[in-house]
């Protein structure tokens, strides 16, 4: 009986110790790791900029990510649960990882979290008081489009195809494709979507889980960044839901059918009868790369339509989030996006901003850097792929998406110091450029998915992108100094202000042959003046009302081809003063949203500007006296309609080469100076001319090194080193001697280095 009782209880026990200790250890394990105090976050204003708050504490906005990837998108996976830990040691509070739908909502109806809950547990598990932030893709899931294919993406150059389907794909793989994909415009997607939406935010607010949650990002379209399917190649949408959605729009904006006539110029349209636009309408323009209102307002009402339906889902989405957990969350989405969009804005860039800025329910964008011109590579300058001064003015977080990998070699190659020399000096030109415009990052990490774009993977192994014991220590180091910097109030140090304008893309042909020149302006211009030795902040021209201009020296209008009056009063009455110099780009104010006109350019400038009709090249000849030798045209493309200066009050300075008409032009008034030029350039030495004739500050004139300067901090960042001569603004003139491949925090008043990546 004894042996029978010792037999029982031996079973017992080892059923205990196999089973049960396992488990009771588990749950232990998560009860440590989950938060004991739920977390509520939100942004507000910090020392003069967009803080995320959690539990009224302001937190450094710098942010890990694990990337969408099969092979790396799940926290429990060895590789990211080793990266998460990585960052976690270095103090890296805030991580972010990613969930579709198709991961929760099943094709029986049916609809769990325990994918999501398990993410949230596998960053829990390796920094137990992590913060968490869901990049949430509403898209549908790849079920339901197959099941409402009248609910579907149609566009008008090509047929939509399904996705590629073999093996483990990737769920946003063919997204740019011309996938097959619920149109942004399907009130049948929106709601089902939302209602799940809800669905998963209260199921997970009643679980441990939950109380790490501090943010959602609502992500759909290309690759989750909102931009429209297929735009880059194709024209969407004209399925039925958009077709439905671009007549109630007009029903919105005109009213009445007169009125719709009207503007049209069409005596016998009705809203039920409107189509999308084809083919034809939106390639063809009628006066050269310009839409005239008076001819094509149905193309230019279509374009403003889809960018609104694009601003009505992300609000939507993220007022669903906000109304629908128990404490304060954080919503954002990537948006804004303004530099490096491919020439294809109108068809599915970011051109509604400023209403999406607006919205109480948005407290942060986000966007990937600016992936060209020279944007990657050591000596190059890193920028933002938005107008962020806006967001800060609108009170709003930028946070850019560092998906760049740093160019590592394995340790055992014999160049792998100089590797790490340029990695931790892009690296910390990256970071550095955000912390002095006030804005945050995340580090998004291709690396654990096996995703690589050198040779380190070869020798390696799968790493993540930034797992290196140097740059990870300067990352530390970086993590703890701009905690220190956050405490000061922020302020702005350039004296060099580019302004453009969203508008611009509903007027000009949306065809990349098109776009050539407003490309050109938006993403070259900037190149130079990054490579001049001033510094410069970038401003939506709705914006500048809210913003004091007093530190500016010279105001850059580089597409604001479309100006109404208020527009053109609020520039003369606050822009045009104090001395300040002012440079136009080949068509300001064009365009007044009703008619195209070449005096409302003379109104504009105050320079007398003709027009002619233009079917080639042009190139602009800058005078010897100035710049020798320079000449400058746009990737020698036909610019039609071509402007010239006729003005005999205003001093020419340029001319299109081989002809008397003058092309580049100043004209001094008593208390500003106007400058108009007719093409966009992007040679350095032309920038610093009218740079220095209006008095701006250079810290140097090299051409060859890139400095940011904010908050009594000056960055520098400089492939080739050597002794450098740096003027800072007190009039102190610093000389040093720099690594090559290396960024340098300096203190602007004494030019001390306080930080640097090596």
């Not at 010239?644 to 001094?668: M, P, Q």
Request: a negative charge; proline letters at 6%; aromatic letters at 14%.
């Amino acid at each position: 009986m004894k042996l029978k009782m010792l037999f029982i209880l031996r079973t017992i026990w080892i059923y205990i110790c196999l089973f049960c200790l396992p488990f009771s250890f588990l749950l232990f394990s998560f009860s440590e790791t989950a938060q004991s105090q739920p977390l509520a976050a939100r942004i507000s204003m910090y020392q003069g900029k967009p803080a995320i708050w959690i539990n009224d504490e302001p937190v450094y906005p710098m942010i890990y990510a694990l990337p969408d990837v099969p092979g790396g998108r799940w926290a429990w996976y060895e590789i990211p649960r080793h990266t998460i830990q990585t960052f976690c040691e270095q103090g890296i509070r805030i991580y972010q990882v990613d969930i579709f739908f198709d991961q929760l909502w099943r094709k029986d109806g049916t609809f769990s979290i325990d994918t999501l809950k398990r993410q949230i547990r596998g960053v829990l598990s390796v920094c137990p008081k992590a913060a968490i932030m869901l990049r949430f893709h509403v898209n549908a899931p790849k079920w339901w489009i197959t099941e409402h294919p009248g609910e579907n993406t149609l566009y008008a150059d090509i047929k939509p195809q399904p996705d590629y389907s073999w093996g483990i794909q990737r769920i946003i793989e063919d997204d740019v494709e011309e996938p097959t994909r619920p149109s942004l415009a399907s009130d049948l997607w929106k709601k089902e979507a939302g209602d799940r939406l809800k669905q998963m935010l209260h199921l997970l607010a009643r679980t441990p889980e939950g109380n790490s949650l501090i943010g959602i990002q609502i992500a759909c379209g290309v690759y989750g960044e909102w931009h429209y399917w297929g735009f880059n190649n194709h024209e969407p949408d004209t399925s039925k839901p958009m077709k439905i959605y671009f007549q109630n729009w007009l029903r919105n904006k005109y009213h009445d059918v007169k009125n719709l006539r009207f503007a049209w110029h069409d005596p016998h349209i009705d809203f039920d009868q409107v189509t999308v636009p084809g083919l034809y309408e939106r390639k063809h323009t009628t006066a050269g790369i310009f839409r005239d209102p008076q001819q094509e307002q149905k193309i230019i009402d279509y374009y403003e339509a889809q960018h609104q339906v694009v601003a009505d889902d992300i609000l939507y989405f993220c007022k669903i989030v906000k109304d629908n957990w128990p404490r304060p969350i954080i919503t954002g989405a990537f948006y804004g996006y303004f530099f490096a969009v491919f020439g294809r804005e109108a068809a599915g860039g970011h051109l509604a901003v400023e209403r999406v800025l607006s919205s109480p329910y948005i407290d942060f964008l986000a966007g990937p850097r600016t992936y060209y011109p020279n944007a990657e590579a050591a000596g190059d300058p890193y920028r933002s792929r938005s107008l962020i001064l806006s967001c800060l003015l609108h009170q709003k977080l930028w946070l850019d998406e560092m998906d760049d990998q740093p160019h590592l070699l394995s340790w055992k190659d014999s160049s792998y110091m100089q590797s790490v020399r340029e990695a931790t000096a892009t690296t910390l030109r990256n970071i550095s450029f955000t912390l002095t415009k006030g804005m945050g990052f995340w580090f998004y990490d291709f690396g654990p998915s096996g995703f690589n774009g050198g040779p380190r993977l070869t020798n390696h192994g799968v790493v993540g992108w930034w797992d290196d014991p140097y740059v990870m220590q300067m990352i530390g180091k970086f993590k703890k100094f701009a905690e220190q910097q956050y405490q000061k109030p922020y302020h702005s140090d350039a004296d060099v202000l580019l302004v453009f304008d969203t508008r611009t893309f509903y007027y000009m042909g949306s065809d990349k042959t098109q776009t050539f020149l407003t490309h050109f302006a938006d993403n070259w211009l900037p190149l130079a003046v990054f490579r001049s030795g001033a510094v410069h902040d970038v401003i939506h021209i709705d914006d500048l009302p809210l913003l004091d201009l007093t530190p500016y020296k010279v105001v850059i209008f580089v597409n604001t081809f479309v100006l109404n009056d208020k527009q053109k009063q609020f520039i003369h009455d606050h822009v045009e003063k104090d001395h300040r110099h002012v440079v136009w780009i080949y068509a300001p104010g064009y365009c007044n949203g009703t008619y195209l006109s070449d005096s409302l350019i003379s109104d504009v400038v105050h320079m007398h500007i003709d027009k002619v009709k233009n079917e080639k090249p042009v190139t602009v000849q800058i005078d010897s006296s100035i710049v020798p030798g320079l000449q400058f045209s746009v990737w020698s493309t036909p610019v039609d309609p071509a402007f010239y200066v006729n003005d005999h009050e205003a001093k020419s300075i340029g001319s299109y080469l081989h002809t008397n008409l003058t092309a580049f032009a100043v004209r001094n008034f008593p208390d500003f100076t106007s400058w108009y030029v007719s093409l966009p350039f992007d040679d350095v030495r032309l920038v610093q001319y009218i740079f220095q004739k209006a008095g701006v500050h250079f810290y140097n004139k090299s051409g060859d090194d890139i400095f940011y300067a904010a908050s009594g901090l000056l960055v520098i960042h400089t492939k080739t080193g050597g002794h450098q001569t740096i003027s800072l603004k007190n009039g102190r003139v610093v000389n040093i001697n720099l690594s090559p491949l290396s960024t340098n925090i300096l203190d602007a008043e004494t030019g001390e280095i306080v930080f640097s990546n090596f």
